[in-house]
């Protein structure tokens, strides 16, 4: 078993569409975990930190479930721009980053 | 400022060429780390530096290898390379403050080709 799994995808959404992302991890030592944001050929971008029970930023929510481990990314109103991989991490300690396989998001007009 | 620089953007080099790809932060990050990214794959981590010394190295071939010459800098020096390690390499820092907390920053990439 992956120490970070997430949903397959590919999402597929109309615009407007709230969707949600879920991540579980196995490793009960995490510290934090993020979500990172990767559009083709491009680097991943952190789009959100999530160290406690959860964290807001416009469109987006993030919560953590530290007594079922899983982290979820909800994203609300969906632009066409938000099309891309989205990647949850976790840090397990200091250098120790484990990623995810990635879920796919195409947003549609 | 969170940006990591890398050169090359695109390298395309032959199975006997050496080159570097080169990274730079300057957050004052002392956690300096490579990875290595294939199409549809999550990156794939290949070494970490810790305050100038090589912390972690994921069972890499030789044909790669890393120097940390200060800590704003990491190299990735690369011989003899296969059709098979033509990759997206990922550059990325964070604070190490040993608390588990800290943030990964990634820098733009180099696309390496090998012929």
């Known amino acids: 078993r992956k120490e970070v799994e997430q949903d397959p995808g590919p999402f597929n959404v109309p615009e407007g569409a709230t969707v949600a992302f879920n991540c579980t991890y196995s490793n009960s030592a995490s510290q934090s975990f993020f979500w990172y944001r990767q559009d083709c050929r491009k680097e991943p971008k952190l789009l959100m930190s999530?160290?406690?029970s959860g964290n807001e930023d416009g469109r987006f929510t993030a919560q953590l479930n530290r007594a079922s481990q899983y982290i979820s990314l909800l994203i609300r109103d969906s632009k066409l721009s938000d099309s891309a991989t989205y990647l949850c991490?976790?840090?397990?300690?200091?250098?120790?980053?484990?990623f995810g396989p990635g879920t796919r998001l195409s947003v549609l007009p | 400022d969170t940006e990591v620089t890398q050169t090359p953007k695109h390298l395309v080099m032959g199975m006997t060429n050496k080159k570097s790809l080169k990274c730079e932060q300057h957050m004052g990050h002392r956690a300096m780390y490579w990875y290595k990214q294939k199409a549809k794959k999550p990156p794939e981590l290949m070494f970490v530096y810790s305050y100038e010394k090589l912390s972690i190295n994921e069972s890499v071939p030789s044909r790669f290898s890393p120097e940390c010459p200060n800590s704003s800098l990491l190299n990735l020096h690369l011989h003899a390379l296969q059709p098979e390690d033509s990759a997206l390499y990922l550059c990325a820092s964070s604070q190490d403050s040993g608390y588990g907390t800290d943030t990964q920053y990634f820098g733009p990439g180099t696309r390496l080709t090998v012929l």
């Open positions: 991490v976790g840090n397990n300690y200091g250098q120790n980053f484990v």
């Open positions: 999530v160290y406690s």
